[in-house]
DNA sequence: GCTCAATGATTGATAGCTCAAATAATCAAT
DNA sequence: ATTGATTATTTGAGCTATCAATCATTGAGC
């Protein structure tokens, strides 16, 4: 019992720690930071798509998403107008540069990605998918 | 190809928001952030411990480990003083508060981890270790 | 038409983290 | 003994994240 309950501590730790090791690495080697980068990555998939849609798919808090999304736009990386169907809603758009950016990281992303799942099998990458997901579900 | 980029993909962005949503809820349930009660979790093995060592333990940043063990010196739940042996050392130990309080939270922090790794197998708990392990080598 | 609840976005407060630079003490080598 | 490199801690700057509160808009029910 002892033991197990250890082991569920010192994962708690290292998911924390990793995940706070993660970022900085992953945004020296892009020049974006993780959650930018999964905003602009996810806005190619939809070319347009309203603030709290958004917000549903990449799970960060409305907050935040707004604060990313303005510097954003302040960087000419993406555009927003209000929806005139609905003007409590804004929808955000990749711009042409936003567009140019993003591709132009993929490269980094790849090599970075590749390196962290170095020696991972398809089928491990499958299975810790699957444990995290779980995970989440389990403290909703 | 295609498709094994895209899960790297996202169980980068997964790490990311998991962790994210840990800490708050973590917290919530054990009055303690969970940087802190590791911190005050590794001061109830090592009776007493320099802040360098300390600070290799748990993986954190020199800077984040002093303004924390700062506060929690005010809060009255560790001590500190120089080495006399080494006058750069910062030395930390538990305060006799600074055990109940960790001890008080150990029921919490259990049953939070009980739920969030409910249905968990030994063996995978076991194998979600060693892969998170292996991405921090491979990241280093 | 009007009120009231809901929804979407924003802002303010607070806290965590990293990195880089500064300070202070120690130690090694001349 | 002094200089110079190393080690430990601290402080400052800059991000990102959450939560709570606020504001505007919409829509449902009377």
Redesign the interface.
Known sequence: MNI??S?????????????????P??ERSTNLS??RF?LL?QLIQYSEISQSNLQKI???DHAAITRHLKQLESDGLVSRRRNPADNRETIVQLTEEGYKQIMSCQKD??SF????????S?V??????V??????E??K
């Open positions: 197990k309950i082991e569920q501590e010192e994962l708690l730790f290292l998911l924390k720690t990793l995940s706070n090791q993660l970022g690495k992953f993780l959650s999964e990555y990449v799970n960060i992303k790849l990605a590749n390196q962290m799942f170095q020696q991972f398809d491990e990458l499958q299975s810790l998918m444990m995290l997901k779980r995970i989440q389990n403290i």
